[in-house]
Structures are given as structure tokens and as C-alpha cells.
């Protein structure tokens, strides 16, 4: 081995791969200005090896049902001006041009919804009904966002906020209002909460206090002219608890109305194309039948109507259909990852960097074993995740008043796993907290989960719903010595998920009630037990997605296309073993098996580094939503195409 | 333990606290105008216990010499209405408006720096010498830092890479000729890479081929007039290797100068304010003079003339110098963390969310167990890596001949894990890629490791330097019960240190000697052994920094303010063991310690809770450098500051 000092070598070894390289064009001095094309673009597809699987059948895999509305939407962005097409490399691209300052970023991404509401875009937004019409709605919001996320939320602030309160909390005399100039864009809805007097037979709306005002309202500061207010309702000065009502903030002409007072939030860190703005309302008077009637109603003598006595559990009526908010974004954030690996993994297919050995050409960037690390696992975990997503809509599109749990606990998990592909990129970096933080979602879980358990046990009944069946049957064993081959069965694969999780429910049950033996409040027990609940309920999303991603693999029959699943299952399971010190610290892994596991991944990553392009393009990202550098950065960075 | 749906429970137990909320101000609804404060901002320096220690002292343990001119760097900028003081809450804040186009934050990031010039803030630049002189360029370029990270880095290129290159590389001539009119910014200095050819007697620089552009130089597309080129250097044919040399790029009105071609990046997701830039040279003559010329020169009648024979190491030797840029980045990361975190802290300290129990009082942020968890082992690491980077400061401007392989080394562990804390935000990302990618810095550590480890071995001497003697000792023993005053222990803290960098690289050293016993190429090993590459590269840094945070404990006489680093360091090496999986992978730690080890982060966050805003206000940042919500957020977002 060198003893001399390894960065001198480096240095050396670099000068000499310089000097190579500029030897090879060993041009006339005098002929300088020749512009010889030092480093060839070659398309990955020339060299990479043909996909052995059907692409259209792993995207369909992806995609489903909703495949045709995905490729509608991206082809009305592609085909217009207003998504900021330019040429770079002999390619399309569509993007934002974020170097507009907030205000036009605010007024491009309105024109944007326009332009799609004028192509149709929206039209059936309420009228489509059933399983297809849930499904094409959240394809559609979905496939915006891969443009923008700032098109996104502000169309998911407006048809699933707003649009979605008139729809869950109203009644058919809101709906027939409501809906068209909704579905139009007539009427630019937000949603918010505040408090209510009914002193008078009308409503007066009123924000009693600065801390009341309502805050990060999406669409308030500029363009809303309506928005959904919750607030306590006072009748006859008795408190009814918390309703929705509609209130107009702003007249046709954009002029805010009188008794509303509203600033604007200003320029973000991000998602600059949303007007954040805050309410204050000043007594102001609306109509009657402006109340969301859902679960109560006032005549018009004033009398409080309603079916649901308790105040507390009319609140929580109100609140259980808004959960799509945390299933748009479970599921955008994968578009997210999409494009993002998208694009790395195609620029590292085509941008090559130093040699092994002199003289040698330059390797591709994918071939290098710790670039395969940083990339292929992620791909890997993006496919896991799309197929638990995709189950996580599935289940809220046929959800019941008895699945409601269910949805919430599992668009708790997603939302908060699949973020973590996300990172932390600014206009991405909100969907950690809003629709809840996510370190908190992973505590709700567990609570939810404890809840289960100890109901479980008190009837003496096994264990029912959300996937813990398995807490039924006897512990499974891990095989004390690992091999590649037992890493890469279903069977060692399931058991170990199921084993975490079951042992660190057994755990945190066990934790609570000796803080309970203590005496201790249950409020305060969770605000103590947070190390274990974080560590359960991460147990529980990766079992969650890990019997997802078995469930497609289940549909598709034996070939190639089921070899390249299994292989990406193993990456996923793998990686998280790997990566999770709770495997170790509880003891699942023993350190030796700990090795095996490490020398898997770097296997794996070699397995499916060949399969790198295929599975890149099974994503089904245009390539004009992706970027220059993932197709001839040669040329789109040429003086010629300055 | 509750059996119903805690989801359920949760909402109601919110709609409780909402209603007693409102109920606590129960306002006759004629009168809802009126806009009582609902929630009251109370400092916390009201209701946070005295320090028990004297802050300053603190603070000069993190600042020492440096603190005037830190003080004087802050009240220039805070002085000026170029740097948009607002007032908020009745406190003033600066900080750059974000919502500026590219072009506009350019200007302003320039008319800053005039603005210091003027104020004589640059004087001295290049006359002051000595250690002194060293660490007030380091203080200067990192306090600019704290108001937004592109004037930092616009000053960084112009003094420290522009003006490094003439001082380290050129000599008197150049000296004489370029010092001034740097400092005083009437030239206006880049560097970059490009090749040169000496068929006449001038030197001719050019750009052979589109991939030769220079790519990404700071201050190239706006205001840049002159550039340090790095270039192939042939005369007569012969290949001498890479020299640098001077170019003016603009003339004094800013036109572009003939034969120079120029393309601007564009925006970019953060650092607007540096306008980052492409250039080609075609043929562009520069006089001979132009050559820095520190370690070799170019005669009137073309001969070469070198002390250094081997091209390679005259290379080496040129850049030697300019790591620098490392030891600026390890440094200006804390003073991110530290706004971060002061901020957070101290918005934690004010806001209150939810009570634990009906009718109690809400509670404060900071005093959630989780919460705790989030921000304080956070803050020990900050304390940490500033004593480490003040160490590295040290180092490098101590440096010797003899010593520049360990300012390298420690320069590249410290850049990439002070980064850790920076996070991905968009202004700072590029610190992890720029001066060296943090994963490749992290495999560069361990083969210098691996070199001297092997070196020593071959001279069978004990090894020296890098603080590695610790390897010539017995393996430390862990002892195999650990208990929380074991934990806090100076010696188990070392020992588990020590024990895993020693572990690691035998490891390191094992798994490379039986990569070459098949044969392999050392390039191909270091490709295929990053992980443990990388593992070791982490147990080094982290080594350091506690050794050198123990340096800094030394210093400090018996009493409170020594108690409270030892609970921070003891916060700093318990967290590490907790979050880094390598403890446990390789056994230094039993999964029985391992929950020891758990249940000590939580109780050391209680411990530290007490000292949150003393530590906090010790870090010696303006509260103009922090932001509204640190103080009194109730005033900041009321209407009537809107």
C-alpha cells in the first residue's frame, strides 16, 4: 500500500487525467477557437442494456387506472407557453421560471389554473362520483404538482379545501350554489377558522383577538373571493362548538369587502406561487344559509337543529372527511422523488469522471459502487412507496364510517414515511409539517396502535384491522445466520417488519404502564414515551408499505418483470434494516447478521445497477418535466445555445 | 389505558382547548372589534431561571480574540439601511429581501460590499499579518456570513480565492501591482481553470472545446474584471503542467474585453446575490508578467525556469494554499446553526401549545420531552464543532510544511461534518458539494489514515499526528454495564471514541489488504470500500471535535460554567453514540447500553433545559440577526404592524 501522503497521489493522479485528456485534442495553437467537442454526449439508451421486462407493464404497475389522465394533464402543460418551454440540448423542457419575483410567480401560476380550467381540465370536478371519480381527481392534482408545487397546492386549496368542505359539510342547497362556479373558478375558495355571534338573525363573524386571526391562509392575499370559516358557534349564548360557514372576503372585482381586514404573508422560502395571506374579520354579517349543514342546522327563529348531541363529536363529524389533504401529499411526494432520481440517475448514466487506472477510460458515474449506494436504494424505496401510496387511496376511496380509523393511521404513516424521500429542498419543505408534523403523526400511530392492542386484550379477542393480524400468531425467528439468499425471501423479509413492530408495541405497552403504575396522566405518559413511539411507528409504515409492495408483486406473473420486482423489494427491505439502528439497538440483528446486511446492499446495488435506465423510465415522467442535464448536457450547455 | 380512537380523542381534547380558549374571553359580541390579546408574549429572560454561569465567558470560549471585530462587523451592517433593518415587535431585524430578483439581489450584495469597503471594514486585507492577521480575515468573511450567506461567498471568491491565488502563488511584482487594487475593489478578482499555449512570446489563452468552458465562476457574470486562470502550460511543445495566471476579463466600464466570451448561470435555487458565470477564452494574449509566478517562471526569451522538476508537485504545491475555503466553510456553518438555532430556542421559550391536563396551563414548547430531543443536542453539537473549527482556524494559520497534510485532513472532517448541522436549506446547500464533495472528503480522511497507519507499521515506529497515538496504546475497555455517570465520564467518552476509529480502520486496513491479495488495483479497492470508508472518516471527525472540546473544558477553572460545557460535551458524545448505527453494528456498544445510553439523551435534555436561553445568548448573535418570532411574535404579526 502508498505510504506517501494519499492527497498528494490524488492531486497527481488528477493532473495526469487533465493532461490526458487535453493531449487526446492535441489541436494546432493557432486553431484554437475550434470548438472540438472534448466529451461526447452519448444517450444511455445506445449503451445501456435493453430493459428484459415490459417498461409499460411496470408503469402500469405505477400508474393503474389513472395513466390516460396523467398523460392528458402533462400534455396540456407541454403544449402551452405558459408552463415556460425552452429549448436546451435539441429537448423541450417545461419548469417554472423561479427567478420571478413573488408577485409574478403568484399571477403565472393563476393564469396556469385558467388556462387548464379553459382546456376542460377541471370539468366534472363534482360530478364524476365513485372509486374512478376519487381516482381521476387525485391523479389530476398529483400530475400538476410534478410542474409546480405551487400550482398544486393551489389547486389542492381550492377544489379539496374549499371545494371539499361545500362537498362533506354542506347540503344540496350549497351544492347547487356552490359547486359550478367552484368547478368555473367564479368563486376562488380558501378555508379557515374563526368565531361565530348570533346575537341577530344573521351570522356575524368575528376575530376577537390578535392571536385569532387566521393565518397561511393559501389564496387569501390575492385572488380568494370566498372562504370556508370554522368557528365556535354562539346561539342564544350558549356555545354549539365549532361550524363551518361561507364567507365572502373579496367582490368580483377583486376589491376586499367591507368588515374584512387582510394581510399578506409575504414572500416564502418557497411555493411562491401561493398567495399566503391572514384574516381578520370584523363583525361581519352573512346570510342564514350560509351555514355548512351537514350535522346541524339554525332556523330561522333561531333554534340550534341537530342529530349529534355531543359538541366535541360534531367537531370531529366535520373533520374526518378532510383527510385527502395527507393522501395528495403522500402521494405528490413521490412524483417529487420521480423526477428528482429521474434526473440523477439519467445524468449519471451519461456523465462519466476519472479513471480506475491510467490510461483507462473514464467511468460512468452510476458504475461507481458509492454513487449506486446514494441513488438505487432511493429508486427503490420510490417504487415501494408509489405502491403503498397508491393502496393508501384505494382504501380512502372506498373508505366507511368503520374504515375512517384505518385511513387515518395509514395517510398518517405514508404522509410522514414518504416525505423523507422528499428531503428538504425548499419548495418541497412544508409537506414535512403542514397536514401534521411529522414527527408527531409517527406518536399518533402508536397511540392508535396501543389503543388496538389493550382493546384487543380487554375484549380477549385477537388482533383485528390495520395489518397487526400477524401480533396474533407466535414471534417469528430469525435465522441466526444470515445468507444473501434468506436476506432475499419474502418470508425472513415479512418476519423481521413483523417482529419489530410487534416487539416494539410489546415494548411501548409496557413503558406506558409503568408510567401509568406511577400514577402518571396519560397526556403527560405521551409527552415521555416519544423515543418509543417514534421507533413504533416507523416499525409500522415500513410493514405497511413492505405488504403493499407484496401485493403488486402478487399480480404481476412469473418473468422478468417479477425478477425486477423481487430485486427492488429486497433493495427496499435491505436498505431499511440497514439504515434503521432500531434493528440493532432492540436487538432483531445480531452484529454479524448486521455485516451480511451491509454486504447485501452493495450486491444489490450492483444487481440492479444494470436495470438503472429501465426502471427510470418506467416512472413515466415526460422528458420535458425532467431536465437538460438528464438528456445532452453537452450541447444545452454550449456557447451556441447561450 | 383509553380503547377508543385516540384520533377521536385528540380532536376532542383540541376542541376542549380551543373552547376554553375562547370562553376565557368572553367579549360581548356587540363589542368583537375590540382586539384583546388573547395569547401574551412574556420574555423569557422574565421567567427563565438566571445563569448560574457568566455568558460572556462563554461566549469568548466560542469567539476568543475574534469578538471585536465580530461586534464591529455586526453594528456596520446593522447600521446601514442597505441592509433592510425592519422593525418588528418592537425590535429591529436585518436580513435580505428574498423576494428580489436574481438581478436585484446582485446589486444589493454589491452595493453591501461597497458600502463595508467605504467603511474601511476590508483595510488591511492583505498588510495584516501574522496569526493575528489570519484569524481577523476569517472573523470578517464569517460575521458577513451570518446576514446571508451570498455576501460571504462574494467576498470569500474576491479575497480569499482571487486574492489567495496572487498572494500564495504570485510574488512581488504581483503583489505590488494587485494587493491594492483589490482591497479597494478596483479590480474585481474570480479564479478558474483553463489551458494556455506560448507559441510567441505572449501568453495565449484559450478554451479548446465546449466542455473546457469555465463553468460556475463566482462574479463572472456581472462584476468580475479580473480572473485567475488555471491553465496548461506549454512552451515549445513541452507540457509543463498547471500554471495560473492573470486575465482581465472587463475593462473599467464593465464591457467585456475581445477574445473573452461570457454567459451568465442564471438563477439559481439559492445564493442569488453571487452572479455565477461561464467563460471562453478565444486566443486571449496576456503580458508574460501575468504568470503568477511563486514556483516557476517563463524567461523574456521563453525558457521554463523551476526549482520543481516534477510537474505534478509543482501543481500540488500550487494548491496547497487554498484550503482555505474549507476551514471558512467548517466555520461560517456554525454561525448558521447558531441563528437557527437561536431563533428556535428562543421562540420555543415563548410560545406555549396545549396543556397536559384540562385547565392546567398550557405548556411550553421546550419543555415537551420531544421537543427537548429536537433542539438541544443540537445546540451541544453546535458548541462542539465551534470549539473544533476554532481549533482547525488554529492549525491552519499555524501551518507549516511539515503540518499542511493535517490541516488538510482535519479541514476535510470538519467541513463535511459541521455541515450535518447547516442542513439542506437552499441558500446553504451548496456547502455540501463545494471544496470537495462530504462523501468523497469522508473516504479522502481514511486513506490518509490507512497511508500513515501502513507507513508507521513498515518503519516499525509508533504511529504520530492526526491525534492517532491513541493507537499505540492497548484497546480501552468498555465496560459492560454502563450507567449515566459512567456516560458522562471524560474517560468512557474518549475510550468509545478511541475504540471505534482504532476498530474501524483495522477494519479499514483488513478489508483493503484482502481487496489487494486478489490482485485488485488500489484505485478499484477505494471504489469498492466506501462504506467502511466513510464509517471511519465519521470516527475521525467526531474524535477530534471531542478532544478538542475537552482542549477547550481545560481552560476553564472549576465552577458553574464548567459544569454546564461538561453536561454539553457529555450531551455531544451521548447523542453521537445514539444516532450513529456504527456503535452498535461493530459492537462497542451492547444493545443493554444501548437503551442505557437512550434513556441518557432523554435525561440530559432535561438537564439542559434550564440553560437553553443562557447557552443560547452565549453564542454572541445580534437579535437583529435573528428574526421576530425569537421576540415578541405576538406584535410582529398583529394588523396594526402589517
Given at each position: 500500500?502508498?505510504?506517501?501522503?494519499?492527497?498528494m497521489?490524488?492531486?497527481?493522479?488528477?493532473?495526469?487525467?487533465?493532461?490526458?485528456?487535453?493531449?487526446?485534442?492535441?489541436?494546432?495553437?493557432?486553431?484554437l477557437?475550434?470548438?472540438?467537442?472534448?466529451?461526447?454526449?452519448?444517450?444511455?439508451?445506445?449503451?445501456?442494456?435493453?430493459?428484459?421486462?415490459?417498461?409499460?407493464?411496470?408503469?402500469?404497475?405505477?400508474?393503474?387506472?389513472?395513466?390516460?389522465?396523467?398523460?392528458?394533464?402533462f400534455?396540456?402543460?407541454?403544449?402551452?407557453?405558459?408552463?415556460c418551454?425552452?429549448?436546451?440540448?435539441?429537448?423541450?423542457?417545461?419548469?417554472?421560471?423561479?427567478?420571478?419575483?413573488?408577485?409574478?410567480?403568484?399571477?403565472?401560476?393563476?393564469?396556469?389554473?385558467?388556462?387548464?380550467?379553459?382546456?376542460?381540465?377541471?370539468?366534472?370536478?363534482?360530478?364524476?362520483?365513485g372509486?374512478?371519480?376519487?381516482?381521476?381527481?387525485?391523479?389530476?392534482?398529483?400530475?400538476?404538482?410534478?410542474?409546480?408545487?405551487?400550482?398544486?397546492?393551489?389547486?389542492?386549496?381550492?377544489?379539496?379545501?374549499?371545494?371539499?368542505?361545500?362537498?362533506?359539510?354542506?347540503?344540496?342547497?350549497?351544492?347547487?350554489?356552490?359547486?359550478?362556479?367552484?368547478?368555473?373558478?367564479?368563486?376562488?375558495?380558501?378555508?379557515?377558522?374563526?368565531?361565530?355571534?348570533?346575537?341577530?338573525?344573521?351570522?356575524?363573524?368575528?376575530?376577537?383577538?390578535?392571536?385569532?386571526?387566521?393565518?397561511?391562509?393559501?389564496?387569501?392575499?390575492?385572488?380568494?373571493?370566498?372562504?370556508?370559516?370554522?368557528?365556535?358557534?354562539?346561539?342564544?349564548?350558549?356555545?354549539?362548538?365549532?361550524?363551518?360557514?361561507?364567507?365572502?372576503?373579496?367582490?368580483?372585482?377583486?376589491?376586499?369587502?367591507?368588515?374584512?381586514?387582510?394581510?399578506d404573508?409575504?414572500?416564502?422560502?418557497?411555493?411562491?406561487?401561493?398567495?399566503?395571506?391572514?384574516?381578520?374579520?370584523?363583525?361581519?354579517?352573512?346570510?342564514?344559509?350560509?351555514?355548512?349543514?351537514?350535522?346541524?342546522?339554525?332556523?330561522?327563529?333561531?333554534?340550534?337543529?341537530?342529530?349529534?348531541?355531543?359538541?366535541?363529536?360534531?367537531?370531529?363529524?366535520?373533520?374526518?372527511?378532510?383527510?385527502?389533504?395527507?393522501?395528495?401529499?403522500?402521494?405528490?411526494?413521490?412524483?417529487?422523488?420521480?423526477?428528482?432520481?429521474?434526473?440523477?440517475?439519467?445524468?449519471?448514466?451519461?456523465?462519466?469522471?476519472?479513471?480506475?487506472?491510467?490510461?483507462?477510460?473514464?467511468?460512468?458515474?452510476?458504475?461507481?459502487?458509492?454513487?449506486?449506494?446514494?441513488?438505487?436504494?432511493?429508486?427503490?424505496?420510490?417504487?415501494?412507496?408509489?405502491?403503498?401510496?397508491?393502496?393508501?387511496?384505494?382504501?380512502?376511496?372506498?373508505?366507511?364510517?368503520?374504515?375512517?380509523?384505518?385511513?387515518?393511521?395509514?395517510?398518517?404513516?405514508?404522509?410522514?414515511?414518504?416525505?423523507?424521500?422528499?428531503?428538504?429542498?425548499?419548495?418541497?419543505?412544508?409537506?414535512?409539517?403542514?397536514?401534521?408534523?411529522?414527527?408527531?403523526?409517527?406518536?399518533?400511530?402508536?397511540?392508535?396502535?396501543?389503543?388496538?392492542?389493550?382493546?384487543?386484550?380487554?375484549?380477549?379477542?385477537p388482533?383485528?384491522?390495520?395489518?397487526?393480524?400477524?401480533?396474533?400468531?407466535?414471534?417469528?425467528?430469525?435465522?441466526?445466520?444470515?445468507?444473501?439468499?434468506?436476506?432475499?425471501?419474502?418470508?425472513?423479509?415479512?418476519?423481521?417488519?413483523?417482529?419489530?413492530?410487534?416487539?416494539?408495541?410489546?415494548?411501548?405497552?409496557?413503558e406506558?404502564?409503568?408510567?401509568?403504575?406511577?400514577?402518571?396522566?396519560?397526556?403527560?405518559?405521551?409527552?415521555?414515551?416519544?423515543?418509543?413511539?417514534?421507533?413504533?411507528?416507523?416499525?409500522?409504515?415500513?410493514?405497511?408499505?413492505?405488504?403493499?409492495?407484496?401485493?403488486?408483486?402478487?399480480t404481476?406473473?412469473?418473468?422478468?418483470?417479477?425478477?425486477?420486482?423481487?430485486?427492488?423489494?429486497?433493495?427496499y427491505?435491505?436498505?431499511?434494516?440497514?439504515?434503521?439502528?432500531?434493528?440493532?439497538?432492540?436487538?432483531?440483528?445480531?452484529?454479524?447478521?448486521?455485516?451480511v446486511?451491509r454486504?447485501?446492499?452493495?450486491?444489490l446495488?450492483?444487481?440492479?445497477?444494470?436495470?438503472?435506465?429501465?426502471?427510470?423510465?418506467?416512472?413515466?415522467?415526460?422528458?420535458?418535466?425532467?431536465?437538460?442535464?438528464?438528456?445532452?448536457?453537452?450541447?444545452?450547455?454550449?456557447?451556441?445555445?447561450?
Open positions: 500500500m502508498e505510504s506517501s501522503s494519499s492527497t497521489d490524488r492531486v497527481n493522479f488528477r493532473t495526469q487525467i487533465l493532461t490526458r485528456h487535453l493531449q487526446n485534442h492535441h489541436i494546432p495553437p493557432t486553431d477557437i475550434h470548438t472540438a467537442p472534448c466529451v461526447n454526449y452519448s444517450p444511455p439508451e445506445l449503451s445501456e442494456p435493453l430493459a428484459n421486462f415490459d417498461t409499460k407493464s411496470l408503469r402500469k404497475l405505477l400508474d393503474g387506472k389513472s395513466i390516460d389522465v396523467i398523460d392528458h394533464m400534455n396540456l402543460m407541454i403544449q402551452s407557453n405558459l408552463f418551454p425552452r429549448e436546451r440540448g435539441g429537448k423541450v423542457f417545461v419548469s417554472p421560471d423561479f427567478n420571478q419575483s413573488m408577485e409574478q410567480q403568484r399571477e403565472m401560476t393563476m393564469k396556469r389554473i385558467d388556462y387548464l380550467r379553459e382546456q376542460g381540465a377541471f370539468d366534472g370536478w363534482f360530478s364524476r362520483k372509486d374512478d371519480g376519487e381516482l381521476w381527481r387525485f391523479a389530476l392534482a398529483e400530475t400538476v404538482s410534478v410542474f409546480d408545487h405551487s400550482l398544486g397546492i393551489k389547486l389542492g386549496v381550492h377544489f379539496f379545501l374549499w371545494g371539499g368542505a361545500i362537498r362533506f359539510m354542506g347540503t344540496k342547497r350549497h351544492h347547487d350554489k356552490w359547486f359550478k362556479p367552484t368547478e368555473t373558478f367564479e368563486v376562488r375558495g380558501i378555508e379557515t377558522v374563526t368565531r361565530y355571534d348570533a346575537r341577530t338573525e344573521e351570522f356575524i363573524i368575528s376575530t376577537p383577538c390578535e392571536s385569532a386571526q387566521k393565518y397561511w391562509i393559501g389564496g387569501a392575499a390575492n385572488h380568494a373571493t370566498h372562504t370556508v370559516v370554522f368557528s365556535q358557534l354562539e346561539i342564544n349564548g350558549v356555545n354549539e362548538g365549532v361550524h363551518a360557514f361561507i364567507a365572502q372576503i373579496r367582490d368580483a372585482d377583486g376589491n376586499i369587502c367591507p368588515n374584512v381586514r387582510i394581510a404573508c409575504g414572500h416564502k422560502i418557497g411555493l411562491n406561487g401561493v398567495d399566503n395571506g391572514r384574516i381578520w374579520f370584523d363583525n361581519l354579517r352573512i346570510p342564514r344559509e350560509n351555514l355548512l349543514n351537514s350535522v346541524a342546522d339554525v332556523s330561522p327563529d333561531g333554534q340550534y337543529l341537530t342529530a349529534i348531541k355531543d359538541p366535541d363529536q360534531r367537531f370531529a363529524a366535520f373533520l374526518a372527511p378532510l383527510t385527502s389533504g395527507r393522501v395528495t401529499i403522500a402521494a405528490s411526494s413521490m412524483n417529487t422523488a420521480k423526477v428528482g432520481l429521474a434526473i440523477a440517475i439519467r445524468y449519471s448514466l451519461s456523465r462519466r469522471a476519472f479513471s480506475i487506472r491510467p490510461n483507462e477510460p473514464e467511468v460512468l458515474l452510476l458504475d461507481y459502487p458509492s454513487h449506486q449506494r446514494r441513488l438505487l436504494p432511493l429508486l427503490a424505496k420510490t417504487y415501494a412507496l408509489s405502491f403503498a401510496s397508491n393502496y393508501l387511496k384505494m382504501i380512502y376511496v372506498k373508505r366507511t364510517p368503520a374504515s375512517i380509523k384505518t385511513v387515518h393511521v395509514v395517510s398518517s404513516a405514508l404522509k410522514a414515511t414518504e416525505n423523507h424521500v422528499g428531503h428538504l429542498k425548499s419548495e418541497y419543505d412544508v409537506q414535512l409539517t403542514f397536514e401534521g408534523d411529522n414527527n408527531v403523526l409517527m406518536q399518533q400511530i402508536s397511540k392508535a396502535l396501543l389503543a388496538e392492542f389493550l382493546a384487543a386484550k380487554k375484549r380477549n379477542k388482533v383485528r384491522g390495520l395489518g397487526l393480524e400477524h401480533l396474533n400468531k407466535p414471534a417469528p425467528i430469525i435465522p441466526s445466520q444470515l445468507t444473501s439468499s434468506t436476506l432475499r425471501t419474502t418470508q425472513f423479509q415479512t418476519d423481521i417488519f413483523c417482529l419489530r413492530e410487534r416487539d416494539l408495541l410489546h415494548r411501548f405497552v409496557k406506558v404502564s409503568e408510567h401509568q403504575a406511577l400514577g402518571e396522566s396519560k397526556e403527560h405518559i405521551f409527552t415521555v414515551t416519544y423515543q418509543l413511539a417514534e421507533d413504533l411507528g416507523r416499525a409500522f409504515s415500513d410493514r405497511l408499505i413492505l405488504q403493499t409492495f407484496l401485493d403488486v408483486e402478487a404481476v406473473p412469473a418473468g422478468s418483470l417479477k425478477d425486477v420486482l423481487g430485486l427492488m423489494r429486497s433493495m427491505t435491505t436498505i431499511l434494516i440497514e439504515e434503521d439502528a432500531s434493528f440493532l439497538r432492540y436487538g432483531y440483528l445480531s452484529t454479524d447478521n448486521a455485516a446486511v454486504k447485501e446492499v452493495m450486491k446495488c450492483s444487481e440492479l445497477r444494470p436495470y438503472a435506465l429501465s426502471l427510470v423510465s418506467s416512472l413515466g415522467i415526460p422528458d420535458a418535466f425532467l431536465a437538460p442535464i438528464a438528456f445532452n448536457w453537452v450541447d444545452a450547455n454550449s456557447w451556441s445555445s447561450v
